[in-house]
């Protein structure tokens, strides 16, 4: 299912977080003057982490896929091929910036380490749709079109060396997402990992943390067709239904009359703009990094 405090800077067994079995407060956040996804700078930094945040600001090399239909496996194995190389550049102490990729997927379902197919409502020999069991903390997921998909792969020796820190940050993206771009009020839920507008679960996370360096990560249903998540019990919890923003803006459209934000009339394209800009610029904000865009590799293009 889904502790880890301040660890030794030397280079740590491999972590793995499950995410239903985390329980920390929620963190706060400097004052500092946000970074804008358009301004696009890069701020000079240090080699070795000793900087704090509100001093300096990290730079974040971001690959943005958000039209993409990008296959599981593809996406899975060109992060393993990041970290491997991160990891080598911090033996050479030449780790110089972080990773963001945001895509959507083809429909897939996937596993955590610790996942149970007692939560699959279907033959595994005969699944719906490709099936991977991963790496990643947490239960079963569906990953499918119109849901954006965001993989950190940042060292939290520049951020904060705190796996709970580090979950609740991500949580923190999308509540704010919710918040500043649909006027949507979005909460966390004491001992799970995930956030959620009233009884829906709008996100789900789940990572694995390797020398202190992060992959996998959140993916957030904005004009999904939640119909899969039928064939499932989705991160492992059966009382909870999972949501999405298009459905939570058309029931809002319906019990008040009109659209929250006059969103009710934007079509499903301009719901994922919105929501990929906004993801964008609140991980810089509550991460304090620069984006720097970068060319696709072939390999996943």
């Known amino acids: 299912m889904e502790i880890l405090a301040f660890m030794d800077m030397v280079q740590v067994l491999e972590m793995i977080v499950f995410t239903s079995s985390i329980f920390c407060s929620a963190p706060t956040w400097p004052m500092c003057n946000p970074s804008k996804i358009k301004q696009h700078s890069v701020t000079p930094i240090l080699r070795r982490p000793t900087l ?12 943005d896929m958000d039209k993409e239909l990008v296959p599981y496996a593809k996406a899975w194995s ?10 080598a550049q911090i033996e050479r102490d030449e780790d110089l910036a972080d990773t963001l990729i945001i895509l959507q997927h083809q429909p897939v379902y996937t596993l955590g380490t610790g996942s149970s197919e007692e939560n699959l409502h279907f033959d595994i020999n005969n699944a719906p749709f490709e099936l991977y069991r991963t790496e990643r903390g947490g239960e079963v997921t569906y ?12 060292n939290l020796r520049y951020h904060k060396m705190d796996l709970h820190w580090y979950l609740r940050s991500l949580e923190e993206v999308i509540i704010r997402v919710l918040s500043s771009s649909f ?3 979005a909460s966390r839920i004491d001992g799970l990992t995930g956030v959620w507008v009233g009884g829906q679960k709008l996100a789900a996370i789940g990572i694995r943390v390797s020398q202190w360096v992060t992959y996998h990560g959140l993916a ?5 067709d939640l119909s899969p998540f039928q064939q499932i019990v989705p991160c492992g919890i059966r009382d909870r239904q999972v949501g999405s923003i298009k459905g939570l803006l058309r029931e809002h ?3 008040n009359g009109c659209g929250t934000e006059n969103h009710h009339d934007i079509d499903d394209a301009q719901l994922i703009d ?13 991460f304090q990094v620069d984006l720097k865009c970068k060319p696709i590799p072939l390999l996943i293009s």
């Open 143 to 154: 990953h499918g079109p119109g849901q954006l998909v965001m993989y950190p792969i940042i």
């Open 183 to 185: 006027s949507l009020e």
């Open 78 to 87: 060109w992060q393993k091929a990041i970290v491997d190389k991160r990891k």
């Open 52 to 63: 704090t945040r509100c001093q300096a600001k990290r730079c974040c090399d971001c690959y």
């Open 274 to 286: 919105i929501t990929q800009r906004s993801l964008l610029e609140e991980f810089c904000e509550v």
């Open 220 to 224: 957030l249903n904005v004009t999904t």
């Open 253 to 255: 459209s319906h019990s």
